[in-house]
């Protein structure tokens, strides 16, 4: 009876030992049997994405190819538009003739006329650079500028007009002391002489009025067509055509004319333009010859009209040489008056110094 206890007794850790390896057994064999099934699953998802993604495949690079291809058509289309556009220009705007070339007189008018519309797109503020305020002063002034530029003139009238304000105090004045006043703008003998002539002449012949009419004008002393029309269009409205030194050489670069007299230019270029634009035509040639189309080096690489100029190379092609070339306001610099027009202070322009300043110009 106690033998059969005793084996009883021993015999039970035996099973409870036997108990916990079987429990751990099937913990190990539960969580292979789980880790087999999340291997399985995660192989299963890999396959399904290949598989999802061989499907896509096909549709994805057709979409690829759909969306290459479009825009391979709408750069086809811009190129074709713009070349159309080019094209269309090319046909509408008016080109200078090739050297040797001969121009038609209705294709000579149209390039002429765009050239001015152009122009007054850079210009719209042109004016006359004498200051005046009256058609007397404009006059004077007019006179003084030949050979020498309006900024000297302008530094030097305000002097000659607090001490001459009328016709009839400038005739009567002492020679000698205007010539004075006049030395900064050179010629100043022959100039006096012409300024008191031509007031005398306002005083004895028309009352001390500065006459409106072309034919009365060119009667005075010292007062030419060129000078006559300088008045008679900026101080009377009256169109007419100012043939200086920058508008007779532009208007040859420009082929519009081949002529070198003075009046035989006037009519020709007259010939070109409806009489009412004749004034500011003026005032846009000849600004464009002193801030750009220069003498010795025009600026050809800044220029606006560079496609419509016959002479375009002429001068430095290069835009950023070209651009140290301008002059005034283009080049950053004063202007010629130092009274200027309040349209030309709004467009950036600045007065120019009184006389014994620097102009920086």
């Known amino acids: 009876m106690g033998e059969q206890g005793s084996d009883a007794a021993s015999g039970e850790p035996k099973k409870a030992a036997k108990a916990v390896k079987a429990a751990k057994k099937a913990v190990v064999k539960k969580a292979v049997v789980k880790k087999a099934a999340v291997k399985k699953t ?3 998802k890999t396959a399904a994405k290949k598989t999802a993604a061989k499907k896509a495949a096909p ?3 057709k979409a690829a190819a759909k969306k290459t291809a479009a825009k391979k058509t709408a750069a086809k289309k811009a190129s074709a538009k713009k070349t159309a556009a080019v094209a269309k220009a090319a046909v509408e705007q008016p080109q200078p003739p090739p050297a040797g070339k001969p121009e038609s007189p209705a294709a000579l ?9 152009e122009l007054a797109e850079v210009y719209p503020y042109a004016h006359p650079e004498l200051d005046f305020e009256n058609p007397f002063q404009l006059l004077v002034a007019t006179v003084l500028s030949a050979q020498t530029t309006d900024l000297r003139v302008n530094q030097t009238t305000p002097t000659l007009f607090a001490k001459y304000p009328t016709p009839e105090d400038l005739a009567a004045a002492n020679p000698e002391e205007v010539e004075e ?3 900064p703008c050179g010629f ?3 100039k006096t002489k012409s300024v008191i002539g031509l007031s005398k002449g306002l005083v004895e012949q028309f009352g001390g009025e500065v006459p409106g009419r072309l034919e ?3 009667k005075l002393p010292g007062v030419g067509r060129k000078t006559a029309f300088v008045v008679l269009g900026n101080a009377f409205g009256r169109p007419g055509i100012t043939v200086d030194t920058h508008f007779q050489r532009l208007v040859r670069r420009w082929r519009w004319t081949a002529e070198t007299d003075p009046d035989k ?3 020709a270029v007259g010939a070109l333009f409806p009489k009412s634009d004749w004034t500011d035509l003026s005032h846009h040639v000849i600004w464009h010859g002193r801030r750009m189309c220069h003498a010795r080096k025009p600026a050809c690489g800044v220029c606006p009209i560079a496609p419509l100029c016959p002479a375009y190379g002429e001068g430095e092609t290069d835009p950023e040489k070209a ?3 301008l002059k005034y306001e283009k080049g950053g610099f004063p202007g010629q008056r130092l009274k200027p027009p309040q349209a030309y202070l709004d467009a950036g322009g600045r007065p120019a110094p009184p006389l014994g300043a620097v102009s920086g110009t």
């Open 42 to 44: 995660a192989v299963e």
């Open 216 to 218: 009365d004008l060119v």
């Open 181 to 183: 006043i006049l030395r």
């Open 323 to 325: 651009k140290k070339l």
């Open 59 to 61: 549709a994805v690079k």
């Open 188 to 190: 100043f003998r022959a």
């Open 265 to 267: 230019i006037e009519a």
């Open 109 to 117: 008018v149209r390039r002429a006329r765009r050239i001015n519309r």
